[in-house]
């Protein structure tokens, strides 16, 4: 059975990224991406020609089979987002639990993760935070989280488009 490795890229800077990580995407057989366009220019970077397949969130739960049977062949599989740590505020989560049910060999890198460098850089509490993922557009689920965030009593991280960021912030 082949491996599966949980690969965080670089935020922004391209040289931000470890030499781990080169190496793992050097030796992978096959890399899954959140966009193969946004992976194509990474390996582009480290001049690796690689078999990249797509992952997102509209494919995944069609995905899982394909790489179950790539790691039964005993491939090394390689999964990277557009910038950060894969599975936060990502798709992959169904799959990771579907590979340790099948005692999948799962490797996570360690390396740049946007919730830890907006952390700090905010000059808040960092002894006790909580991540929230994305702001809810709209709904119930929306009334929900910001009801949660008036009643915190810790630092609190979230995500949100730019395109929606002015209602967030004004919400908030």
Known sequence: MGSFYICPTPIGN????????VQVLSDADIIYAEDTRVAKKLLSH???KKNVRSFFKGNELKKIDEILNFLDENKSIAMISDAGTPLISDPGITLVKELIEKNVDIVSIPGPSSV?????????????????????????????FYDDVDNAQLTLICFTSPRRLKKDLEEL
Do not use: M, Q
């Open 116 to 144: 830890l460098v907006a952390l700090t850089l905010s000059g808040f509490d960092t002894d006790k935070f909580t991540f929230l993922g994305f702001v809810p557009k709209s709904g119930k689920e929306r009334v929900k």
């Open 14 to 21: 391209l040289n931000d990224i470890s030499t781990r990580l």
């Open 46 to 48: 480290l001049n690796l």
